[in-house]
């Protein structure tokens, strides 16, 4: 049946609807939210013993997060170290406007620090949890930011919560790790929080760089852009954040390759209308329209290889970067190469989502073919989940090494990695599963 798809909106409208969007959680604060005013893990296809979920190590629900410091206490920025013009980085005022970053106040850059303000006391519960909240949070369909820690524990954590609240600073297994995600872009990123050893803070500037959440670390002030995970003002102007192995996948998807995993729950400490729809419903649209809601760069590249709102599932190796179009790959099981790393990238049309693994076994590189709802090596005929775990065959038991990725749409990827190039279907060798 035929859809009308909405013309474009004007850019002041899409301001004003975002800031609209995002005011609810700068106004909705409850008394017990946060006081904050101002190594590589693997994605397996098997559930943690039974003993992990619930145990002593992983309670039920429990409470997570990291202590963060008060505002006051957080340096401001060092705004003579730039890598890009101070003008390029507008901040969200929240009132349907904008202010760039060479116009503001030291006052004003305090004041809007947080106005979406992260989670700092996440709490885990089991699917089904009465204590999950909403129960129209995670439908099957609905959209979750996965993460597996280094212990084998997964990790959910709902889109429809981190739509209000873009940070979480947490640490899993020993390690301290930073989940991201910006409503302007879709992108959801996982990054080590540690830095030459240095274990970082991360909060919201509420500014963008060519639309594009800006995060700061409480230790220093420095800004840090989103997907590309740089500082781009500050001490640490030109440093990177390690991006870990995650994915974005429908709640079905996560929950049928991970039944043990732990949720973030609804009870965040903030009232906020999780359950009531997107409130960036239509804005993709927007976006492939070329319709942005703030000013981007003087530099973006503007780069038509792929609409701008194109779901891509970005990988960088060796600094070498690949995208591939989720939209337009749909169900598929793609068999590639980056950087001299042998990849298998599953696809799947719902979502849009996608995985990576290396596709090395005890030093043989296997090439894989859809089977059914998994994959299958034609080495071996082993066969696989699409979490990269061999369940028969030969190889049963094994687990392909997750690779990173950044999932977002492609005009933020492609301004944060310029030199990208972008997987061709139609010139590669290529598997769909069907659609």
Same mark, same amino acid.
């Given at each position: 049946?035929?859809?009308?798809?909405?013309?474009?909106?004007?850019?002041?409208?899409?301001?004003?609807?975002?800031?609209?969007?995002?005011?609810?959680?700068?106004?909705?604060?409850?008394?017990?939210?946060?006081?904050?005013?101002?190594?590589?893990?693997?994605?397996?296809?098997?559930?943690?013993?039974?003993?992990?979920?619930?145990?002593?190590?992983?309670?039920?629900?429990?409470?997570?997060?990291?202590?963060?410091?008060?505002?006051?206490?957080?340096?401001?920025?060092?705004? !003579?170290?730039?890598?890009?013009?101070?003008?390029?980085?507008?901040?969200?005022? &929240?009132?349907?406007? &904008?202010?760039?970053?060479?116009?503001?106040?030291?006052?004003?850059?305090?004041?809007?620090? !947080?106005? +979406?303000?992260?989670?700092?006391?996440?709490?885990?519960?089991?699917?089904?949890?009465?204590?999950?909240?909403?129960?129209?949070?995670?439908?099957?369909?609905?959209?979750?930011?996965?993460?597996?820690?280094?212990?084998?524990?997964?990790?959910?954590?709902? +889109?429809?919560?981190?739509?209000?609240?873009? +940070?979480?600073?947490?640490?899993?297994?020993?390690?301290?790790?930073?989940?991201?995600?910006?409503?302007?872009?879709?992108?959801?990123?996982?990054?080590?929080?540690?830095?030459?050893?240095?274990?970082?803070?991360?909060?919201?500037? %509420? #500014?963008? &760089?060519?639309?594009?959440?800006?995060?700061?670390?409480?230790?220093? /002030? %420095?800004?840090?852009?989103?997907?590309?995970?740089?500082?781009?003002?500050?001490?640490? =102007?030109?440093?990177?954040?390690?991006?870990?192995?995650?994915?974005?996948?429908?709640?079905?998807?996560?929950?049928?390759?991970?039944?043990?995993?732990?949720?973030? %729950?609804? !009870?965040?400490? &903030?009232?906020?209308?999780?359950?009531?729809?997107?409130?960036?419903?239509?804005?993709? @649209?927007?976006?492939?329209?070329?319709?942005?809601?703030?000013?981007?760069?003087?530099?973006?590249?503007?780069?038509?290889?792929?609409?701008?709102?194109?779901?891509?599932?970005?990988?960088?190796?060796? !600094?070498?970067?690949?995208?591939?179009?989720?939209?337009?790959?749909?169900?598929?099981?793609?068999?590639?190469?980056?950087?001299?790393?042998?990849?298998?990238?599953?696809?799947?049309?719902? /979502?849009?989502?996608?995985? =990576?693994?290396?596709?090395?076994?005890?030093?043989?590189?296997?090439?894989? #073919?859809?089977?059914?709802?998994?994959?299958?090596?034609?080495?071996?005929?082993?066969?696989?989940?699409?979490?990269?775990?061999? +369940?028969?065959?030969?190889?049963?038991? %094994?687990?392909?090494?997750?690779?990173?990725?950044?999932?977002?749409?492609?005009?933020?990827?492609?301004?944060?990695?310029?030199?990208?190039?972008?997987? @061709?279907?139609? =010139?590669?060798?290529?598997?769909?599963?069907?659609?």
């Amino acid at each position: 049946m035929p859809t009308t798809r909405p013309g474009p909106l004007p850019i002041r409208s899409i301001i004003v609807a975002i800031g609209a969007a995002v005011l609810v959680t700068a106004c909705n604060e409850t008394s017990d939210g946060p006081a904050n005013d101002g190594p590589a893990t693997a994605e397996t296809g098997e559930a943690p013993d039974e003993a992990t979920a619930g145990s002593a190590d992983h309670p039920v629900p429990h409470e997570g997060g990291v202590p963060l410091p008060a505002g006051t206490d957080v340096p401001l920025p060092d705004l !003579d170290t730039a890598d890009v013009p101070l003008e390029d980085i507008v901040f969200n005022t &929240f009132d349907g406007s &904008f202010l760039r970053l060479s116009d503001a106040t030291s006052q004003r850059i305090v004041e809007l620090r !947080d106005r +979406i303000p992260p989670i700092e006391r996440p709490r885990y519960v089991l699917p089904g949890d009465d204590d999950l909240g909403d129960d129209d949070l995670v439908d099957d369909d609905d959209l979750v930011l996965g993460y597996v820690a280094t212990d084998g524990q997964p990790y959910a954590f709902p +889109i429809a919560i981190l739509n209000f609240h873009e +940070i979480i600073n947490d640490e899993f297994a020993g390690e301290p790790v930073l989940i991201t995600y910006c409503p302007l872009c879709r992108s959801g990123i996982v990054y080590d929080r540690t830095l030459d050893g240095d274990e970082l803070t991360f909060g919201n500037t %509420s #500014a963008l &760089f060519d639309n594009d959440l800006v995060m700061y670390d409480h230790q220093t /002030g %420095s800004f840090w852009w989103h997907v590309a995970g740089r500082a781009l003002v500050g001490e640490r =102007a030109g440093r990177s954040l390690t991006p870990l192995p995650s994915s974005m996948a429908t709640w079905d998807e996560w929950l049928g390759r991970h039944p043990d995993t732990l949720v973030l %729950s609804s !009870d965040t400490g &903030f009232d906020r209308p999780y359950g009531r729809g997107d409130p960036f419903a239509g804005y993709q @649209d927007a976006v492939d329209d070329g319709h942005r809601g703030f000013p981007g760069a003087d530099a973006s590249r503007q780069d038509d290889r792929l609409r701008d709102g194109e779901d891509v599932l970005g990988i960088v190796l060796d !600094d070498e970067a690949r995208a591939y179009p989720l939209r337009q790959l749909g169900d598929a099981v793609i068999n590639d190469e980056l950087a001299d790393t042998p990849l298998v990238v599953v696809s799947r049309a719902a /979502g849009p989502s996608g995985v =990576a693994f290396d596709r090395r076994v005890d030093g043989q590189t296997l090439t894989f #073919a859809a089977d059914g709802d998994g994959i299958v090596d034609e080495q071996t005929g082993s066969q696989w989940t699409r979490g990269g775990r061999a +369940i028969d065959g030969p190889l049963e038991g %094994s687990q392909l090494d997750a690779i990173p990725v950044r999932s977002s749409f492609w005009f933020a990827f492609v301004a944060s990695f310029p030199d990208t190039d972008v997987f @061709d279907a139609e =010139a590669s060798d290529h598997q769909e599963t069907g659609r």
